[in-house]
Nanobody, 120 residues
Framework: QVQLVESGGGLVRPGGSLRLSCVAS????????MGWYRQVVGRQREFIAT???????DYSDSVKGRFTISGDFVNKTVYLQLKSLKLEDTAVYYC??????????????WGQGTQVTGSS
């Protein structure tokens, strides 16, 4: 089982910046992507960004140009730099790790989440 621990959340003013970190540990097999999602109470979890072990990245349109993801697959760490924050970016941000096991089956694990709150 994979353990993911996020850090870096907090309170930030609109237009401000924040950096989230996530470290994976445990029995990690076939890791190929690490990413970030966010969720607001009463809504579905939303994809934000992903980084793969082939140095590719992808972003949701809602954060493209404002957020930057960077993955370090040697140290099994992923970062999310948040800039130009908006009030609507307020959510719990979850780290995700994806891989493929020795049986060929894909797996995905989640962190506990870190709260990001925009407040003026």
């Amino acid at each position: 089982q994979v353990q993911l621990v996020e850090s870096g959340g907090g309170l930030v003013r609109p237009g401000g910046s924040l950096r989230l970190s996530c470290v994976a540990s445990g029995k990690i097999v076939g890791l190929y992507a690490m990413g970030w999602y966010r969720q607001v109470v009463g809504r579905q979890r939303e994809f934000i960004a992903t980084s793969t072990n082939r140095d590719t990245t992808d972003y949701s349109d809602s954060v493209k140009g404002r957020f930057t993801i960077s993955g370090d697959f040697v140290n099994k760490t992923v970062y999310l730099q948040l800039k130009s924050l908006k009030l609507e970016d307020t959510a719990v941000y979850y780290c995700s790790a994806e891989g493929r096991g020795t049986n060929g089956r894909p797996w995905q694990d989640w962190g506990q989440g870190t709260q990001v709150t925009g407040s003026s």
